[in-house]
């Protein structure tokens, strides 16, 4: 193994070591888990422009313009029936229909809960 110190997440030692469970600092006495550095359990996703948490079906608000295709989608286009995507298509995470453009992928960031 060559990564076998790790920086302590409490004092920011760069020698916490590891037993081969727990990872162990020998300045303030420590003890973390290696899932504890790695896991992003439950990771908040689908957040809005306000961190708001989206879920399918919602309707949206568009807060800023944004190309797409030949057209331009308007601050403030109302977007009903979005649908979350765990896979996102070039970093867009929802796939909609808009009235007069048809079907777009959106980014939950330039979006807020209707
Ligand atoms: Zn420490």
Redesign the pocket.
Known sequence: MSDDTQT??????P??YTDGQMWI??????EWTLEAQTEVADAPKFLDANGNQLQDGDAVTVVKDLKAGGTTIKTGTKVKKIRLLDDPVDGHDISCKIDGIGSVYLKCSVVKKA
């Open positions: 302590c997440p409490k004092c920011n030692s020698y916490g600092c020998p300045e303030c006495f420590n």
